[in-house]
């Protein structure tokens, strides 16, 4: 079995949770795409930007 390690602080609300992602969706601008995680313990949503993989099919994220 693989041990467990904390997440990245990148990954951690201002509460202390940790941030899972919720949701991928396209920003429209300059092939970017919008991540959404949510806080396990308080709820609370953070955005992040991100470039598109150009290697990755887009009909896995329901892009096209």
Wanted: with cysteine.
């Amino acid at each position: 079995m693989r041990p467990l390690v904390e997440p990245p602080p990148s990954l951690r609300c201002k509460c202390g949770g940790e941030l899972r992602l919720k949701l991928i969706e396209t920003a429209g601008i300059f092939r970017k795409q919008r991540e959404i995680y949510v806080c396990t313990d308080c709820s609370r949503e953070r955005t992040f930007f991100a470039d598109q993989n150009p290697y990755v099919s887009p009909t896995i994220f329901g892009l096209r």
